[in-house]
């Protein structure tokens, strides 16, 4: 991927332009503000550092005793997540990278996802993913945990693509009283830049896919990062080939939103899935999965996947761009798929 | 260190005596096919231990027991009904069915319902005094237990370190009874003794006989007074032995004759040692059984009269938060 | 599901008959003897006790020092086959239950997983996985594993169904240069027996999948215990409704024989994947993605899957079987394809 | 414990400085833009103490290194060359781009390649010397490294403790340098010294001055023999202080004044100390850094010369065996 310009057109010329990073950062200290409940936990994030990525620079300062540094210990990073949120807090733990929280597979699919079925008691803990390829950051700072995140029930799984998304889903994130994974795109950190007016209207649900362009002639669905790369490819298409790609942008990867998924392939009976995970198992393949049992009907055309190669993330800049789906490759595809 | 009073061995006996008659009822409950599916998993060998440092717990402070647990249980306020209808998988259960026998527990109670990979609940007892901590609640202290073979999972280490950084209130119990399953203690770990391990996470160490409930009492009210006077999290190991079965479908043919000589019945030994302090009559004795099994028969006939989960009434979703399509943070 | 019989018409009169669980104890036995680089690392394996599930008894006896317990430690067993394995072995591990190897799971597929891809050197492990549900296990004793393990690339998954199967493929597994993850399902353990002649002809090898039964109106296509339930469909489809159901044992599940699944819905038009993992980004999923995609012109009805409930496994038996399909399930679903 | 002969003062200095020429190349690089894409991580400040424990192994024995081992790869026989390649990306390298940096290494120089998951290499390495031993190769011994912040994870815990069980051959060495990323140690550990830790698992811990290299020569070397005497897993903590940012991205504005002014450079500390020895003459103090950077420089010319990967030939397999659907065992 490249970095990404907003095309999405969440933003209003009156507002002020700020990052995807500091939309998360603002979140987290509206959060802390608006309720007591809510502390920070994570690794390097409790001193003037402010964590890897700088998501929680400044908020230690305004919310002293709030913003906690934790050891290299990702499994009890989730453990004490769990248990401040059975005495009562809602907190919001960073991994460093999502490839690290590997280490906190167990609390998480086991501990967490199963606390409110076994016991009636809801966890409303909010659990922060760095995520997504950048170039150079080779096999273990690069992964999307989302496919092992969704398979055990009990999670809920996010995975914002606009500056406004960061902001309002980190909210609703921390406002949900069951767990959420909240994955964010370390390439939009900085890339990504729109205008953000905090007194803006209504935002969506946490549930609720966008249709981020809207289209008749095939659907393109992603998320997180890979969203930009679709809004590229449905304007290259428009440009080129005068085919009208619609682009669905997920958001929330656990539960889908099957209703919105589905209204889309019934307008365009065209479906292309593309993601920078892996394909096996992937959301990619559980999205096909809902298309081909409930909207084989809709169909006019094999549905197709878009996903990362089969291999780990490589470290050499030429291969890692080789390794994910870009727009020229979306378009490629998207292309047989209008003419098939 | 005070020797206990005797009306505190009083209640320690009887809390040990309460829970060897609903262990020994469950194990015949399983023997005779009354459990529908799974085993049967019981604390005998270990009441005395468990039940002690429970008594060293307050209103509002909190209890993360595991397997061997069914005396520090009641203590805490768990009844004989309770654990029945869970190991009946009784709708009336705390647990509805869902889950079963061990994994029992509620908040209510100051309990953490275990989930069974070992070590997992130490980091959560330790965010359970975080929040406390953050919320101003400064007089709960936590109790939390591991057995030897937990003692080397990942999880345990994570936990119990960051217990100790942050300086919470924890009392943690270590059960080593020698075996993790079948396995002795020589593959599970190096040192001498387990409370070796307390220096390196800079916290203080206690042992004690697990078998002698007086010690039980004295080592673990210690460690409870350091706690609430502010010295951070305190280490007590038990040396024991498990007398039984990892669970009920387990013989135990692998413990040694040598083993089995080495640690006596902790329930027996107190008895003994009570009543030649004079402190208890062989009546009184004969009273706290007859009153305990009668407790448990009454409590298991109750939790058989009740109804067990209907899977079409079942709800049969992951989430308190139904419809997300709907949810929105209110600002 | 309740206790299976044996269909699948793998044993000869001739041969003895033997127990799920007694194939796997004599592939051990005759891998360890057969080669000096196997070796067993796991809990309560290397006592008298022979394993939760006696798989591995009377092998300390028979091969003293090279089978060894462990202690609680997911992470460091799999840690030590990977070094071990660099070290020129052959390890097997046993995980006491699947539900506990989500301690090693980064382990699995960030060590060894990517170590072939990484560096050259492969790494020959096997990973044994006491999985599948049995009433009374409750949430933390009856999991399936493939999904999580199927993700990320660089791990073989297999999930024999038969007692031949469990015996051949655990040798192949054993003998393969990548990690293989060998699920065994537990029921089956002591209530599938079945004739095993050890000189019995050829086997099929480990990547492919096995038609357990022939037929023409429908696919049923599952692995390891729900294989049995959907003999048990087939049966009474046949009997009670004249429908032909080819049923289709997947045995591998990463990679999958996707020429197989293809073909025997070529045959068909219509297919059910049944399993009884959770729905959600499942090997379910995944066969349904290989099938839409690239099988699609092949369906004459939607695909569908039959998976567990999507909470936790429930520890009282009837909701315990209620959460799982079993054949009266697979039947009415592959009745209402057949008639779609 | 005896003092290290001049021989070995002056072997450890020149990997010291071959490191320290290294490392600050590829500082000069990623500053100037050579390095495309990712961060650059040094070992500066830890030399000695890495350099001196790879100084104990011999053929067939095995390290795994972790972030600032630069010293200690040189030693093992890793070249400028082929660190520089990793580090480009280059098609030559040992990890033929697919990986980079710091978690270059092959087994053909007894060197594990670490994953980045800090404390996974530890049970790697449990099982290697495992193997050696079921082999009946009895003579190689391992050492593996591990930070004050990796010390926490539960990886590292159950890896040691499977080392101490077995009691297998290896020096584990501690680089407490007082910082986790920007971590101080205080949010990482409760005890006063990780050599604490020790006991707990049973083994024999030994501690030295990380700034002082005849102190690290000294420790280790104690150490190592006493594993090849059979004494079963050492541990050896130094205190230095990481002299860099935790990669060439971070500014490291976080470490303290008192931080910096509490710990030396141990290469010019070194350096000194040889001078004043009278072991080390200026000239030669001189040739050996021109000849270190003169090494490094032509090394860099020739991977620079050297092509990168091309992504339409990369095999895009994480399988070694590529048919699985012919694939049987042959019995
Ligand atoms: C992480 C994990 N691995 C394996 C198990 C299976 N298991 C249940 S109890 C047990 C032995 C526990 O030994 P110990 O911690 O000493 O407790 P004890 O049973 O002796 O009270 C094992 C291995 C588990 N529960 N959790
Ligand atoms: C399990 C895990 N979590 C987080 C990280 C990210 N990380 C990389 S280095 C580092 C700090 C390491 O500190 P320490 O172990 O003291 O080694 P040092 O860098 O000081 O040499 C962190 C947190 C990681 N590599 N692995
Ligand atoms: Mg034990
Ligand atoms: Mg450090």
Redesign the interface.
């Known amino acids: 991927m490249s970095a990404p310009t907003d095309q999405t057109g969440a933003g209003k010329p009156a507002a002020t332009s700020i990052r995807y990073v500091d939309a998360i950062n603002r979140a987290l200290g509206d959060a802390l503000a608006a309720d007591p409940r809510v502390f920070c936990y994570g690794q390097d994030i409790g001193g003037t550092f402010g964590g890897a990525f700088k998501v929680t620079k400044g908020l230690v300062e305004r919310f002293p005793g709030r913003v906690l540094n934790s050891p290299i210990s990702e499994d009890a990073q989730t453990g004490v997540a769990i248990g401040a949120a059975l005495g009562g807090m809602r907190p919001v733990i960073e991994y460093q990278f999502a490839d690290f929280a590997s280490i906190a597979f167990n609390q998480l699919v086991n501990q967490a996802a199963t606390y409110f079925w076994r016991t009636g008691k809801s966890i409303p803990i909010t659990m922060r993913f760095p995520a997504g390829g950048t170039p150079g950051g080779g096999p273990f700072h690069c992964q999307m945990p989302e496919a092992w995140l969704s398979h055990h029930p009990g999670l809920v799984v996010v995975a914002p693509a606009t500056v406004a998304d960061a902001y309002d889903m980190l909210r609703d994130a921390i406002a949900c009283d069951d767990p959420v994974m909240f994955i964010e795109h370390k390439l939009l950190y900085s890339h990504l830049k729109a205008e953000f007016d905090p007194a803006r209207a209504e935002h969506l649900p946490l549930g609720a896919a966008a249709v981020r362009r809207e289209g008749h002639d095939v659907t393109l669905i992603s998320y997180s990062g890979m969203v930009h790369e679709c809004l590229r490819a449905a304007e290259q298409l428009a440009q080129e080939h005068g085919i009208e790609c619609e682009v669905l942008d997920l958001r929330c990867l656990r539960p889908l939103d099957t209703g919105a998924i589905l209204s889309s392939v019934a307008k365009t009976g065209r479906v292309l899935v593309a993601t920078e995970s892996w394909p096996f198992g992937g959301t990619a393949a559980e999205v096909l999965a809902v298309i081909s049992t409930d909207g084989f009907r809709l169909l006019d055309a094999p549905p197709r996947r878009l996903c990362a190669q089969d291999t780990p993330i490589p470290y050499q800049v030429d291969l890692f761009h080789a390794h994910h789906p870009d727009a020229a490759r979306i378009a490629a595809a998207a292309l047989e798929l209008a003419e098939f | 260190m005070s020797a206990p009073t005797n009306a505190a061995r009083l209640e320690l006996l009887r809390w040990m005596i309460r829970a060897r008659a609903l262990d020994e009822r469950l194990v015949a409950l399983y023997r005779s096919g009354g459990?529908?599916?799974?085993?049967v998993f019981t604390g005998r060998g270990q009441e005395a231990f468990s039940a002690a440092g429970a008594m060293q717990l307050r209103e509002g402070d909190v209890f993360a027991p595991l397997i061997r647990d069914s005396a520090g249980r009641l203590v805490r306020g768990e009844t004989p009904l309770d654990a029945l209808r869970v190991c009946l998988?009784r709708k009336t259960g705390?647990?509805?069915?869902?889950?079963?026998?061990i994994?029992r527990g509620?908040?209510g109670n100051g309990v953490?319902?275990m989930?069974?990979?070992?070590?997992?609940?130490?980091?959560?007892?330790?965010?359970?005094?975080?929040?406390?901590r953050?919320?101003g609640e400064r007089d709960a202290i936590g109790l939390v237990s591991i057995g030897d073979?937990?003692m080397?999972?990942?999880?345990?280490?994570?936990?119990f370190?960051?217990l100790?950084?942050e300086?919470l209130p924890v009392v943690l119990m270590v059960a080593d009874n020698q075996l993790?399953?079948?396995?002795?203690s020589?593959?599970?770990?190096?040192?001498?003794n387990?409370v070796?391990?307390?220096?390196?996470?800079?916290?203080r160490g206690h042992t004690c006989d697990g078998t002698d409930a007086d010690a039980c009492l004295t080592t673990l009210s210690e460690a409870a007074a350091r706690v609430r006077a502010g010295e951070?999290p305190q280490m007590v190991v038990a040396k024991l032995l498990r007398l039984a079965g990892h669970g009920e479908h387990d013989d135990a043919?692998?413990v040694t004759a040598d083993m089995k000589a080495r640690f006596g019945d902790n329930v027996p030994l107190f008895e003994q040692k009570l009543q030649a302090d004079g402190v208890l009559s062989a009546d009184a004795l004969a009273t706290l059984w007859s009153t305990a099994r009668a407790d448990v028969a009454t409590a298991l006939t109750q939790a058989q009269s009740e109804p067990?989960?209907?899977?079409?009434q079942?709800d049969?979703?992951?989430?308190?938060?139904r419809?997300?399509?709907?949810?929105?943070?209110?600002?």
């Open positions: 459990i529908r599916g799974g085993s998988g705390v647990m509805r069915g869902r889950d079963g026998n994994h509620t908040l953490i319902p989930i069974s990979h070992l070590g997992s609940t130490i980091g959560v007892i330790a965010g359970l005094l975080l929040a406390k953050l919320r073979g937990g080397n999972t990942g999880a345990f280490h994570e936990g370190n960051v100790a950084v300086r993790s399953y079948s396995t002795f020589d593959r599970s770990y190096a040192c001498t387990l070796e391990r307390a220096a390196g996470y800079g916290v951070g043919a692998y067990e989960p209907l899977p079409a079942e049969w979703s992951a989430y308190s938060v419809d997300l399509l709907s949810f929105k943070a209110v600002l």
